[in-house]
């Protein structure tokens, strides 16, 4: 299996290189030449295998000849061991025909450690049969931090950077960054919010020279294994719900398109899905973008689901690439124009895009309205970002059974949680001394070479 960039000029990769390169040289996003499909026997075949088995057989197919089959398995099965769910991504019932799949079982308490794990194991696996060190220098809303430091904390190979926006994470992900005693990893507070942490990350791929000088890899969403791992929980959910003899749907909260890009992709491999619903916050990018097909960019308003305030959906690139059936250079047109604050999606490319997601957007009332009823009338504990998947489920309702994503634990946000239920949400008992731990913040500028400076002496030290 080989990779090419969404913009076309890129060197031709293989799964590993991909995987540790994560942006493409052409700015562009990696993405699998072909996908490779599973026919309805391989997928009715899952119902009752483990989430480990399902993960193995849908994920084989890209990783040609990266890993061996058994140590693949085994990368596979390190990185779920430390769930504290047996299902790993166990599917509850909130009404008739609506379905929540839980992805927040892992240690810390969002989806993206479904990702993560296996991006760490991967790494670790890929870089000790090299003897090659990188460093990792992420932007996050939150989560993606979190689940990073968590992944790769202790790692020899790495040491890994995380810039996240001052005063707009939550508690709860501010300590699961700050908290962890290892020297290999790094949280940096920077005076801006995400977007400007996203885009300093693109701005330091796009610097060849320290690109070179610190071995400097990508972990965040663009990351071609984070959108792999995260295509099998669609394939265990729909299976659980009678799938591939039935239809099956899914509303995915969304900001960077990651997650339902890996619907996309779970599709196109044979999953029968009927409809792929993307659901954002106030900062409505792809919902506006999908409603008339114009692509400019806003400014960010803090919301209570913080891990989609985000008004630059970097994954959307990818859903692009295939709206513009695969051309490269297409893709790169509009990239280009993004940079003077926008652009406008071709009729043909809307029509492809608009077949494929259908969108809605829910206020910050309609998010907090969802999290008080779904506990009084569901028995359902909802944190803000599946809250405002709840939401926009709910107007998809219909004979195809629906599928929410749960992206994160209620105590994650439990702030937002508490003044919709009056209820607090307690950590799980093993995180529960979170709050007692010694915090390492390093404050820093909204500054490209102040930060590139601060990354360059901590991997020196
Ligand atoms: C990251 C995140 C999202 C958004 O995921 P995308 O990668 O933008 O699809 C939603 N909810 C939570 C809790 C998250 O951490």
Known sequence: MRYISTRGTAPVLTFEQAMLTGLARDGGLYV??????LDHDTIAGFAGQSYEDVAYAVMRPFIGDTFSDNQFRELIANAYAGFGHAARAPLVQLAPNHFLL????????AFKDFAMQLIGQMFEAALGRSGDRVTIVGATSGDTGSAAIEAFRGLDAVDVIILYPHGRVSEVQRRQMTTPTESNVHAIAVDGDFDDCQA??????????????VRLAGVNSINWGRVLAQVVYYFTAAVSLGAPQREVSFTVPTGNFGDIFAGYIAKRMGLPIRDLVVATNTNDILHRTLETGAYTKGTVTPTISPSMDIQVSSNFERALFYAYGQDGAAVADQM?????????????????????????RASEQDTSDAITTYVQEHGELLCPHSAVGVHVAQHHLGTTPMVTLATAHPAKFPAAVERATGIHPPLPPRMA???????RI???????SA???IIKDRIAS
């Open 32 to 37: 699998p030449e072909t996908i490779p499909t």
């Open 102 to 109: 839980e992805l927040f079982h892992g240690p810390t308490l």
């Open 200 to 213: 300093m990350v693109k701005d330091m791929f796009n610097d060849f020279q320290f690109r070179e000088d």
């Open 336 to 360: 280009a124009d993004l940079k003077q604050g926008g652009f406008t999606v071709s009729q043909g490319a809307i029509d492809a895009l608009r077949d494929s997601y259908l969108s809605g």
């Open 433 to 439: 001394d979170l709050y007692d731990r010694d915090e």
């Open 442 to 448: 390093t404050r820093a500028a909204n500054d490209l």
């Open 451 to 453: 930060i590139q400076q």
